[in-house]
């Protein structure tokens, strides 16, 4: 909605030569696809990504997307924490942009992984490792600021190397060494009401 209570064209919030972005957005057809990244018009918005102590990121580390809107005038926004997990990206962009940058959302901080550092990370991202190690039927327990647990049914049993490659592919993933352990008992945790979450902080 604009100032005058029309709804803003779809243009003007997808970015590109006919309208400004305000919001992280996806590459379009003319973008270089693989490396074009959501761009954010400073002359409409303030962005700033923090971590969870409220200061600024170190580059290339993750963190809160913060929005103050610069034009709002009926409902204007101061320092709108968005939950979303992103990345500052920096340089010009691939598609000819100057614009400020993020990366793609990486997640969002209420299912969000804090390691031992204070750093926040997706929890699905953790779960795509796991899929892709070709495991089927799990809860991934986070059991600790570095410490996880995979829980199997009992007919699981998996391999060393795997347990290797979900160790290594963590610890990449979340920039510090990370231990992953496996039980195959088939415990799985579950809510009062008897739902079962695929990941569950458990310290």
Known sequence: MNAKGTRQPASTLTGGPEGRSTVPR?????????????????????????????????????????LTSLTARTMPLLRYDTSDVVTAVHGNCPCGSSFPRV?????????????????????????????????????????????????TPPHIELHPTKIAFLQRKFSEYLQ?????????????????????NLVVKAF
């Open 103 to 151: 990366s793609n959302l990486i997640g969002r901080h209420s299912t969000s992984i804090k390691t031992a550092a204070g750093l926040d990370f997706s929890e699905y991202r953790l779960c795509s490792f796991v899929d892709e190690a070709g495991i089927e039927a799990y809860q991934l327990l986070h059991v600790g600021p570095s410490e996880f647990r995979i829980i």
């Open 176 to 196: 510090e060494q990370t231990i992953v352990q496996v039980d195959n008992s088939g415990q799985f945790i579950e809510t009062v009401s008897g739902k079962r």
């Open 26 to 66: 996806r590459a379009n057809a003319s973008d270089d696809q693989s490396s074009c990244k959501g761009h954010l018009d400073p002359a409409l918005v303030y962005s700033e990504i923090v971590d969870s102590e409220g200061q600024p990121t170190l580059t290339g580390r993750t963190g809160n997307l913060i």
